[in-house]
């Protein structure tokens, strides 16, 4: 059985990563794995879908969905043409003003699990298969005000640039996703303690169907980095060229300015 397996497919680029890969592949696919806490909205999504879809709703923040989820694949055996790996969260403030169990739950969600999940689905992927890990255009640069979250993409970006060039020989591709704002539920959670002190970022807000679709194409292209919209490839080929020190204190400026 061919499947495609998604992360976070309840809301924002998760589920709409489904949405798209379900009028994309007219063939080859025979269901999806949809993962994320919210039941009800996987149901809501599976509804929708001109493919077959499993829900398995988990924690991925708790080992022991993971042990969950290894078990289904070693009774079902399927191949996997391809790991979406969406679920993730920040949170925004000071590292000393926030909650300290809501920062490590990112490292366990953003980084463990994303690791975990790679980790045990990659024993059934063929040849030719391919992975998208939704990194961050935070990962390019450490953030004041975001430092956790922008700590755990710069990992996930390092992680999957790395495992892309090891898995060359299996010819199965790694795509970080790393998206500038987009509008999803991220924000509401992200800012759940008060709005960010980079409200200018929301200049920058794109719509999720936009940077999926380009995350798509840019894996199909087998390309090891997807990066929507002009501003946030500057904003790239800026952290590359100018030494980090001056970065984090133009930084320091704005969020003076803000
Ligand atoms: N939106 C942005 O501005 C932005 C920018 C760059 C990168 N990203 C990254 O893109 C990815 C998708 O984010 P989004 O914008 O689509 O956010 P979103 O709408 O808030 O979706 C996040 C998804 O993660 C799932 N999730 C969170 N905690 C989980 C847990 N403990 N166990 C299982 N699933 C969990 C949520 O499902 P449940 O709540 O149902 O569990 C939800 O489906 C994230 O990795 C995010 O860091 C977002």
């Given at each position: 059985?061919?499947?495609?397996?998604?992360?976070?497919?309840?809301?924002?680029m998760g589920?709409?990563?489904?949405?798209?890969?379900?009028?994309?592949?007219t063939?080859g696919?025979?269901?999806?794995?949809?993962?994320?806490?919210r039941?009800?909205?996987?149901?809501?999504?599976?509804?929708?879908?001109d493919?077959?879809?499993?829900?398995?709703?988990?924690?991925l923040s708790?080992e022991?969905?993971?042990?969950?989820?290894k078990l289904?694949?070693?009774?079902?055996?399927?191949?996997?043409k391809?790991?979406?790996?969406?679920?993730?969260?920040?949170i925004?403030g000071?590292?000393?003003e926030?909650?300290l169990?809501?920062?490590?739950?990112m490292?366990?969600?953003n980084?463990f699990a994303?690791?975990?999940?790679?980790?045990i689905?990659?024993?059934?992927m063929?040849?030719?298969?391919r992975?998208i890990q939704?990194?961050?255009?935070a990962?390019f640069?450490?953030?004041?005000?975001?430092?956790?979250?922008?700590?755990?993409?710069?990992?996930?970006?390092s992680?999957?640039e790395?495992?892309?060039?090891?898995?060359?020989?299996?010819?199965i591709?790694?795509t970080?996703?790393?998206?500038?704002p987009?509008?999803?539920?991220?924000?509401?959670?992200?800012e759940?303690?008060?709005?960010?002190?980079?409200?200018?970022?929301?200049?920058?807000?794109?719509?999720?169907?936009?940077v999926?679709?380009?995350?798509?194409?840019?894996?199909y292209?087998?390309k090891?980095?997807?990066?929507?919209?002009?501003?946030?490839?500057?904003f790239?080929?800026l952290?590359?060229?100018?030494?980090?020190?001056?970065?984090l204190k133009a930084?320091?400026?704005?969020?003076?300015w803000?």
């Amino acid at each position: 059985m061919n499947i495609i397996i998604v992360t976070g497919a309840s809301s924002g680029m998760g589920r709409e990563t489904v949405r798209q890969l379900d009028k994309i592949y007219t063939t080859g696919i025979d269901e999806f794995w949809l993962i994320a806490r919210r039941r009800e909205r996987l149901e809501e999504l599976a509804a929708t879908l001109d493919h077959k879809a499993h829900i398995i709703d988990c924690d991925l923040s708790e080992e022991a969905s993971f042990e969950k989820i290894k078990l289904e694949l070693e009774m079902i055996k399927p191949d996997v043409k391809m790991l979406v790996n969406a679920s993730g969260y920040g949170i925004t403030g000071d590292f000393t003003e926030s909650d300290l169990n809501k920062q490590l739950g990112m490292i366990k969600v953003n980084c463990f699990a994303l690791t975990y999940m790679t980790g045990i689905v990659l024993p059934y992927m063929p040849n030719g298969a391919r992975i998208i890990q939704y990194a961050s255009s935070a990962a390019f640069l450490p953030q004041i005000g975001f430092s956790v979250y922008a700590a755990t993409k710069a990992y996930v970006l390092s992680f999957s640039e790395s495992l892309n060039s090891e898995l060359k020989d299996r010819k199965i591709t790694v795509t970080s996703v790393c998206p500038g704002p987009v509008d999803t539920e991220f924000f509401g959670i992200a800012e759940e303690n008060g709005s960010s002190d980079f409200a200018f970022k929301k200049f920058f807000m794109a719509e999720e169907d936009k940077v999926v679709k380009q995350a798509l194409l840019d894996s199909y292209h087998r390309k090891p980095v997807s990066v929507y919209s002009l501003p946030m490839k500057a904003f790239r080929y800026l952290s590359m060229q100018v030494p980090e020190e001056i970065m984090l204190k133009a930084m320091e400026k704005i969020k003076e300015w803000d």
